[in-house]
């Protein structure tokens, strides 16, 4: 098991507070791959060290602490290049991760479906293969002769091709799925439907708002990355089909190799007609958490879709439903928005009622279209 001392590092124009708060959400992200954080440090830094990001005196410190508390490894709170995580692992003497590490860790564990399997070891093999190339220079350093090609790069040479090969092979499989899915698309294309997808941060409550809305059981968890597949359901609004997809959820700082190889997934966000943007209203850093989904909605460019922004957990804020209007007179966002509680199920039929206007404006955009 892991056990781990969390690194964080602060930045300029970063507040200590900002990087604590990641801390506690990366001792989440330990926790969900079965490992535990003992403690954590927040080293300031204004310009990071290039090759052991936090300078050599406080690693030995690091270091005591790794000692004294019996860790077997250390996280950082960063994404670390190929030779500081070399650097650092040999001072530390223990398993030295990054932030990406531990999400793909937790990826390769959640996936279900063949597509998602795949899509992560494409993103995890992606990551790696730039990084293959210091470590031949170590191996062959070992052997002596300069100038020649030491039998450590051959080897990585080798390992490389190999990941190239595999790589190219995913990229196919997924081809294929895609091609499925594009088939089962098209008979909901086909129709004059409305098409909803649910974005939002991990855990604010994307697939409770799905059972809600169409009142079918779905993994509901309270753990970062619960949901890892698109999953697609229907809901009715005045006896109209509409069709509801629950995607996974974000997080800050996501490996870009993970955006960019869950785009297939994501697809379903892409060409929807409205996003449901869910916001777990009772967590302090929502408005930050915002940020991070609208930057994600950009890179797989679903940021100009129309959207409506659903507060969810307001039943963690208020005590009835009634006092949801006396909340609202409080409550400034200057766009669309519902504030919900997707668990006792309040506002879900003003929800709906909302997405009935989207229903007919989309209705008269497909008409005009046509
Ligand atoms: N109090 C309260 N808790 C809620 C509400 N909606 C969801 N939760 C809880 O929030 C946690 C996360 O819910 P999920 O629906 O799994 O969240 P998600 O957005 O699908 O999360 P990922 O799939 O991990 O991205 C669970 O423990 C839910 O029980 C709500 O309206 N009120
Ligand atoms: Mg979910």
């Given at each position: 098991m892991i056990k781990a001392i969390s690194v964080g590092l602060q930045h300029r124009n970063q507040t200590r507070e900002q990087v604590l708060e990641s801390l506690e959400e990366l001792e989440g992200l330990i926790d969900a791959i079965g490992g535990k954080s003992v403690g954590y440090l927040v080293k300031r830094k204004d310009f990071p060290d290039a090759s052991t990001l936090v300078g050599g005196s406080y690693l030995n410190l690091i270091k005591e602490l790794v000692e004294g508390t019996g860790s077997?490894?250390?996280?950082?709170?960063?994404?670390?290049?190929?030779?500081?995580?070399?650097?650092?692992?040999?001072?530390?003497?223990?398993?030295?991760?990054?932030?990406?590490?531990?999400?793909?860790?937790?990826?390769?564990?959640?996936?279900?479906?063949?597509?998602?399997?795949?899509?992560?070891?494409?993103?995890?093999?992606?990551?790696?293969?730039?990084?293959?190339?210091?470590?031949?220079?170590?191996?062959?350093?070992?052997?002596?002769?300069?100038?020649?090609?030491?039998?450590?790069?051959?080897?990585?040479?080798?390992?490389?091709?190999?990941?190239?090969?595999?790589?190219?092979?995913?990229?196919?499989?997924?081809?294929?799925?895609?091609?499925?899915?594009?088939?089962?698309?098209?008979?909901?294309?086909?129709?004059?439907?409305?098409?909803?997808?649910?974005v939002g941060y991990t855990n604010a409550g994307k697939s409770s708002l799905m059972k809600a809305l169409t009142k079918k059981d779905v993994f509901i968890s309270n753990m970062l990355f619960a949901t890892l597949d698109t999953k697609v359901g229907t809901g009715f609004v005045d006896g109209e089909k509409i069709f509801i997809t629950d995607t996974v959820g974000f997080i800050d700082r996501l490996p870009p190799e993970l955006v960019e190889s869950f785009k297939t997934t994501l697809e379903e966000v892409v060409l929807a007609d409205l996003l449901l943007f869910v916001v777990d209203i009772s967590d302090k850093r929502w408005l930050h958490k915002i940020n991070t989904v609208e930057k994600i909605l950009q890179d797989i460019g679903a940021h100009e879709k129309p959207i409506l922004y659903v507060f969810n957990k307001i039943d963690k804020i208020v005590n009835n439903k009634e006092q949801i209007a006396l909340f609202e007179k409080s409550?400034?966002?200057?766009?669309?928005?519902?504030?919900?509680?997707?668990?006792?199920?309040?506002?879900?039929?003003?929800?709906?009622?909302?997405?009935?206007?989207?229903?007919?404006?989309h209705i008269n955009l497909t008409y005009t279209y046509a």
């Open positions: 077997n490894a250390v996280v950082f709170d960063e994404f670390l290049t190929p030779s500081q995580v070399r650097n650092i692992e040999a001072i530390l003497g223990v398993d030295v991760l990054d932030r990406a590490n531990v999400v793909f860790e937790i990826f390769m564990r959640r996936a279900k479906t063949q597509q998602a399997k795949l899509q992560i070891e494409l993103a995890k093999l992606t990551y790696e293969l730039p990084r293959l190339y210091g470590l031949g220079a170590r191996l062959s350093r070992q052997s002596g002769k300069m100038g020649t090609r030491g039998p450590g790069e051959q080897l990585v040479e080798i390992k490389r091709r190999a990941i190239q090969k595999r790589i190219h092979k995913i990229r196919e499989e997924i081809e294929q799925i895609k091609k499925h899915h594009k088939e089962q698309r098209k008979n909901r294309f086909k129709t004059n439907n409305l098409k909803v997808a649910l409550f400034f966002f200057e766009k669309p928005y519902i504030l919900v509680s997707s668990e006792r199920d309040w506002n879900i039929d003003a929800l709906l009622e909302r997405m009935k206007s989207y229903y007919k404006s």
